[in-house]
T-cell receptor, first 113, second 114 residues
Framework: GDSVTQMEGPVTLSEEAFLTINCTYT??????LFWYVQYPGEGLQLLLK?????DKGSNKGFEATYRKETTSFHLEKGSVQVSDSAVYFC????????????FGGGTRVLVKP | EAGVAQSPRYKIIEKRQSVAFWCNPI?????LYWYQQILGQGPKLLIQ????????DSQLPKDRFSAERLKGVDSTLKIQPAKLEDSAVYLC????????????FGPGTRLTVL
């Protein structure tokens, strides 16, 4: 079945540091890929998405590129802020399975001033 | 537009008791999902509705969990009887049509089973 693996946290960074969170997936079809973010005390929010190979999703300074050859969708941000402290989830959506989301385990990111 | 609403936000019960969660999706959204998120893990799909019909309930523990979506709008998820391992956040999400792939999530209900 479909699965998503992402790096474990917590990841602790200083403000303005570079952030990378690795995500790899396995899927039988041609999934869409997502990064969701969960800020403290809030619900899951879509951060960015990519629907086909080589697409780049971007939002709020975050970027991720859909790499079919390496089955990866790594999240990056060049200069993090304290407000980026959250839990980040990589997920895939299988169009052949009703578009249900399969999530990775989440990566907690803590940005210190 | 209003987001996905869920209630209650928190619930504490004893094991073997029953509990019910309610979800009101975004107006006009035909597809509704219930996910279970155990602490430290990613959400896992329990059940998917398309209007008032079940599309996928393969991961729902049917001996104790049940869900319904009467009239194709609000949905209720029930656990009876609850076990300790049911302690989790229960998330509801909706999408206008299951051909689209951006799901909108509610704030969740945090269940603690003692």
């Amino acid at each position: 079945g479909d699965s998503v693996t992402q790096m474990e946290g917590p990841v602790t960074l200083s403000e303005e540091a570079f952030l990378t969170i690795n995500c790899t997936y396995t899927a039988t079809g041609y999934p869409s890929l997502f990064w969701y973010v969960q800020y403290p005390g809030e619900g899951l929010q879509l951060l960015l998405k990519a629907t086909k190979a080589d697409d780049k999703g971007s939002n709020k300074g975050f970027e991720a590129t859909y790499r079919k050859e390496t089955t990866s969708f790594h999240l990056e941000k060049g200069s993090v802020q304290v407000s980026d402290s959250a839990v980040y989830f990589c997920a895939l959506s299988d169009n052949a399975a009703g578009n249900k989301l399969t999530f990775g385990g989440g990566t907690r990111v803590l940005v210190k001033p | 537009e209003a987001g996905v609403a869920q209630s209650p936000r928190y619930k504490i019960i004893e094991k073997r008791q029953s509990v019910a969660f309610w979800c009101n999706p975004i107006s006009g959204h035909a597809t509704l999902y219930w996910y279970q998120q155990i602490l430290g893990q990613g959400p896992k799909l329990l059940i998917q509705f398309q209007n008032n019909g079940v599309v996928d309930d393969s991961q729902l523990p049917k001996d104790r969990f049940s869900a319904e979506r009467l009239k194709g709008v609000d949905s209720t998820l029930k656990i009876q009887p609850a076990k300790l391992e049911d302690s989790a956040v229960y998330l509801c999400a909706s999408v206008r049509d299951r051909g689209l792939n951006e799901q909108f999530f509610g704030p969740g209900t945090r269940l603690t089973v003692l």
